[in-house]
């Protein structure tokens, strides 16, 4: 079935997905032996991967849902910033669950109001993306005087304690991994860790997000409702020539795209953590664009993309010892490039790849630090290397950013 | 007799400054093929939005199997029993065959979801039966063009179209995709389904159709059959008889060359037609005219000039100066100007000022440029010149260009691309789309180009300005000159067979 949405290519078994995964988990269990870095792999580590990846996942799907329909959605950031102050506002006083809601509501008007710029009023859209981030910024200061100041622990720039959405464990299986996990067998041990670290304590809203995740494939690409929606996305003139109506698919697929970042924005909030502040969400709107070019438009490998840079920020916020493994997979990584750019003959790009190889595993060897400087930039840094470097076949909608009239004279 | 597949009833519609359908008439009866015949321009292809409810007529009726029926967008010609292939194909790229023929049409299972296997069986069974086979999921980016259109006649054939409308079917085919064509077409009116297509191709015209309607100047003005109408009398239909009188040459051609190309050929990118071993030769003070159908190679003729585009054989000269390589800057400071045949494109910026639209393409060369500075002062002053000298009505040169009319706008490009003495003038299409006020005023401007020894190069699809002003006429298919032309001594019939291949030239 996969046929349908996928070029049809003979693959070799080292291109599918599961095997990379696979790759990249037996590299990363062997540098976090080598480098002596167990928290590398600690149920710990996977969980905080897990809660810094899901709003980046939120973003990413709101900017697949509007770019599939031939959006872009650069708005994303603000409406992330006005689903953390809905789902603040609506959690304090009444719950949490009202406040994902709210913040659902207070996206989805946002992606709306997208809609109506972009399409109705033919405003440019990045133009009309950027006003809102800006106007959102601006709105949720502006609100927070109004609605925080005065209550117990609120202020301009914060909302007053939040409460949280409940979490989850499979009962059981934590105990009954526990004795593998500690056996401290490499990658057997590791994934019993990882397999812990992704069934206790899962918050219901991470569990929401996987599913939409998978909710945002099946409806994208097995539905009539998603295949119109994207056909608008390629080809706009050609929907509208067969009844498909693509303004109406773009405010559909807008609005769609606005809920789930205002979603993501809730999760901050009553999540990842109990308070709405000012400047929380930073940049993770534009994250999640980014993911969404990494994982080539489609849901499950803007996941895994998403999952990256969450693993790399979880790590940053943990111990800053763990950063040093990071340079070791660098470097494991920069050589198979180096050979793969050596078998392609492509003298540059060996060049490139062996001098960022010898150097990562040289700073290793070396000093065996990174500096803290540097620390807070390695998950962008790895996000912006994965994206530059798995840029092949990237097939973006052909329709994207274009705005669609219906031109009478053709 | 049966109430025919479709019946137009007195269409006409209008657009600011041009009708595109006046007062249409078209019969077409069940189970053949009919075609529509006509120059560019003659309201064809607008006539065949209207049938498919894509434009909506101001005045007339549209009539299937005798009931009148109001279209007002496609969905309603579907439901109709209407389909249409486009001329340019209606497919997205990135989606698979399978896709792009169930879009909007989805057969559905339970909450929406796709029944791929039957819409799958579907298409092969149609394939099957009208023997247009394709493969469901190949991506249409793949596809080679003839593909893409079995591709677009199934996602018609797939709604259950009883008519098809096929806009200029042959244009982007090759030969042998050009016969597969008509024999599905053939195959199709012998399944009783109703065929009309567009074309200016007489020769397949007259092997195809069972019945003909030619449109000229916006109405129909004639029906006919194969068998009672030869290619010359069909090519006169086209363009009309009326001419008008050429007017004296009075100016002797000077020697010197302004513009050669050198046995140019081009690659060719996507669908348009590639030059091949094209010789040519325009001098001062000539104006040497390039009759063709649209997409023979014209475009690439123009950006090869211009430099858009470089040839991967041959020279390309400006006086004697090789510029084969140069760039376009380079070669407009050599003195070459250039009058785009879509102004809205190519040569304004609408949403600037007039004076701001007058610097395009002399940013660089004085009185406009000094040093790194633009001068505005100069700029305007030389505005206030060209609006004078060519006419231009307007209120002010403040005004945005969007503001103006469609033959203002032209006399603005025309009087810019005449500052600063150019050497040679590549015109396309200048008077397409402006009134007749306008394009007296245009053609008058280019003769005095030449008188003052400009080389002039005219493209055209304007049969009466072709040899109403050209010295030369140079007929282009299929990227190659077939025939060369006095003004003179030719009457548009000759000239319309000639670029239609449907007369040995």
Known sequence: MSAVTEPRTTRSVWGRWWVRVLLALLLLSAVADIANTPDLLSRGAVSASLRFAVPIVLAGLGGLWAERCGVINIGLEGMMIIGTWMGAWAGFQWSPWVGVLAAVAGGAVFGAFHALMTVSFGVDQAVSGIAINVAALGLGRFLSSIFFEGQPGGGISQSPHVGQI??????????????????????????????????????????????????????????????????????????????????????????????????????????????????????????????VIFGNWMPGRLTIGAL?????????????????????????????????????????????????????????????????????????????????????????????GVPYRRSEAN | MPAPAIELRGITKRYPGVVANRDVNLRVESGTAHAVIGENGAGKSTLMNILYGMVVPDEGEILVEGTPIPMSSPADAIAAGIGMVHQHFKLADNLTVLENVILGDEPTGRAGRIDFEAARARIVELGDHYRIPIDPEALVADL??????????????????????????????????????????????????????????????????????????????????????????????????????????????????????????????????????????????EIVGIAGVEGNGQSELIETILGLTSPVAGRVLLGTEDVTEA???????????????????????????LWENRMLGHQMHPPINRGVWIDRKAARADTEQIVADSDVRTPSIEVLASALSGGNQQKLIVGREMAGEPRVLIAAHPTRGVDVGAQAAIWTRLSAVRRAGVAVLLISADLEELIGISDRILVILRGRFVGEFDPAAIGPEDLGAAMTGADAA
């Open chain 2, 144 to 285: 080679s063009v003839g593909n893409r259109q079995r591709g677009e006649i199934i996602t018609v054939l797939y709604r259950g179209a009883r008519v098809l409308i096929l806009d200029e079917p042959t244009s982007v085919l090759v030969p042998q995709e050009v016969d597969e064509l008509l024999k599905n077409l053939r195959r199709l009116t012998g399944e009783g389904l109703t065929v009309i297509f567009i074309s200016h191709k007489l020769d397949e015209v007259l092997t195809v159709a069972d019945e003909i309607t030619v449109m000229r100047n916006a109405r129909t003005v004639a029906h006919t059959r194969p068998a009672e109408i030869t290619s010359r009398e069909l090519a006169q239909l086209m363009v009309g008889s009326e001419l008008p009188t050429p007017e004296p040459r009075t100016v002797e051609v000077r020697s010197e060359v302004g513009l050669r190309l050198e046995s140019v050929s081009t690659r060719g990118s996507g669908h348009e037609t590639s030059l091949s071993d094209i010789d040519l030769t325009v001098r001062s003070g």
């Open chain 2, 327 to 353: 760039a376009t800057s380079i070669r407009r400071r050599l003195g070459l100007s250039y009058i785009p045949q879509d102004r809205h494109r190519e040569a304004l910026l609408l949403d600037a000022t």
């Open chain 1, 308 to 400: 990256l840079f969450g693993f790399t920020d979880a790590l940053r916020t943990r111990q800053e010892t763990t950063m040093t493994a990071l340079l070791i997979v660098g470097a494991v990584v920069f050589a198979f490039l180096t050979v793969r750019a050596i078998r392609a003959r492509n003298r540059g790009a060996t060049f490139a790849y062996a001098i960022a190889a010898v150097g990562l595993g040289w700073w290793f060897l070396g000093f065996g630090v990174v500096p803290s400087e540097f620390v807070g930039f390695a998950p962008h840094l790895t996000t912006l290397l994965v994206l530059s470097l798995a840029h092949q076949r990237i097939r973006p909608p052909q329709g994207i």
């Open chain 1, 166 to 291: 409940g979490n989850v464990s499979v009962p059981g299986l934590a105990e009954a991994l526990d004795p593998i996990a500690s056996l401290e067998t490499p990658v057997i041990s590791d994934i019993a860790e990882i397999v812990i670290g992704v069934t206790t304590g899962v918050s219901l809203l991470t569990i929401l997000a996987a599913a939409l995740v998978f909710l945002s494939w099946w409806v994208l690409f097995r539905t009539s409702f998603g295949l119109r929606l994207r056909a608008c996305g390629e080809n706009p003139a050609a929907a509208d020539s067969l009844g498909v109506n693509p303004n109406r698919m773009r405010y559909a697929a807008l609005t769609v795209s606005g809920a789930l970042a205002g979603l993501g924005g809730a999760f901050l909030v009553t999540v990842a953590s109990s308070i709405y502040r000012e400047g929380q969400v930073a940049g993770r709107g534009f994250i999640g664009l980014a993911t």
